[in-house]
């Protein structure tokens, strides 16, 4: 028996963005995709951190957070950029440690939807996939090197200080 209390699909009707986070997300997006690599990665990070959850795009009936928009540009910018940059889409090529996030996230979409077995646990379960799978893809083609990983520490930091 399906408890009464939890339920997938619906939400919201419209979109509950505010249009100043319309404007700073848009900026955002267009920063991901023009600036160079290691600035590109300081305004996906910013965006994801400092843009609210609950500023949802729905378009057609699909919602989109503002954090799995900035992703989706994150990882156009993957495809399109690729095979420009040195040492192919993955510094080091495809490892252990990728192969083990990519199993995780499929196995909990899979787990999530294979629980509820229902259309709207799927989709929702999907979006879940593009945000974690999406979102470890993009940083991992962004952070391509030692002093990269020292930026976005650095970068860490500094929104550490601006949220906390």
Not at 45 to 66: D, E, K, N, R, T
Not at 87 to 94: H, K, R
Not at 110 to 125: E, N, R, T, Y
Request: glycine share 12%.
């Amino acid at each position: 028996m399906e408890p009464n209390d939890i339920r997938f699909g619906g939400g919201t009707l419209g979109s509950t963005m505010h249009p100043i986070v319309g404007i700073l997300l848009l900026i955002t997006a267009i920063m991901i995709w023009a600036l160079p690599r290691r600035y590109a990665l300081a305004a996906l990070i910013s965006g994801i951190f400092l843009i609210p959850i609950g500023q949802v795009l729905v378009l057609g009936g699909v919602h989109l957070p503002a954090m799995r928009l900035l992703v989706i540009v994150g990882l156009i910018r993957c495809v399109i950029t690729g095979r420009k940059e040195s040492g192919g889409f993955f510094v080091g090529g495809i490892n252990a440690i990728d192969i083990t996030f990519m199993f995780f996230a499929l196995a909990h979409m899979a787990a999530f939807s294979l629980q509820w077995l229902s259309l709207q646990a799927f989709v929702k379960s999907g979006g879940g996939l593009l945000d974690t799978l999406g979102g470890y893809i993009a940083l991992r083609f962004l952070v391509r090197s030692k002093e990269d990983v020292k930026w976005t520490i650095k970068v860490l930091a500094i929104l550490a200080v601006v949220v906390g």
